[in-house]
């Protein structure tokens, strides 16, 4: 079978019950039916398309292996892992569409569900299955990324490189893309002309380096005209120090201190605004180049942040 859906498996980590009740690691806060939720969607087809590195179908389980003995935040609530959908060959559309109907039928019962990619196809899946449970509400996406991921899609069809362009595609006049983090050697004149013509925001890497607040007045635009938030994290917008575990690893990039504190103020502005995220994702992580399993501590600490936020 192409498109497999495999349940959650035990989560394993250290204990310290010699250090009392207040011990907590995150393995031990797995539960059915928490307010919270974690969903693997085990791809690297579009990477491969996108004639990318591959490796990113094995990033659910090398996060999960780095989220479970992290530390819980105080007083921090239980949360559920629904498992992963996985792709083999080459049978992405039918991966995105499962990934979709999982999501939508998980927002029904989570009020945050965080997606581990996979490579930036998982967002094409993502917002298909967000779309589809908040049906006719206006939708502001937010991706912290080096890439505008806006090409078209061509010959071989989509890939992690089409996801923005494929969303347009389906509602061009709801379409409301801000990108944060963007390198301009990583986006060709092409992809900077389309993001322009399509009125997508933008503030580049560079800005965010100068200046860690540079997106902040961006970030309360589109969510002050938005009625939901999703937000998609490629953890490719992150230096190669601090992510070489990618399929393009970036020289420059902007610091995880600066990538925490824009998932920060998205998260605080959703509340202080009364709009809600409900769905995030974290993609391009790819264990084979993650010999130190750098990148995957890196996605971890930005995981943790989206699943105990604060709602
Ligand atoms: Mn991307």
Known sequence: ?????????????RSDPEDGADAVRLHHLIADDAS???????SEAGVIRNKGRKGAAAGPASLRNALANMAAPS????????GNIVITDDDLEEGQAALSARISDALERHDRLVVLGGGHETAF???CGIAAQFVSKRIGIINLDAHLDLRLVGDNGPSSGTPFAQIRALRPEHFDYLCLGVAEESNTQALMNRAQEWGVAMVSDHALIADKHAADGAIREIISRSEIVYLTIDIDVLPHYQAPGVSAPAARGVDLSTIEHLVDHVLVTCRELDCPCPLADIVELSPPHDPQNVTAKSAALLARR???ADL
């Open 125 to 127: 899946g993502s917002y």
């Open 75 to 82: 007083g921090a609530e239980p949360f559920s892992d629904l």
């Open 36 to 42: 919270r939720a974690v969903l693997g969607f085990a």
């Open 1 to 13: 079978m192409a498109v497999e859906f495999i349940p959650a498996a035990p989560w394993n980590g």
């Open 306 to 308: 989206l699943l105990f």
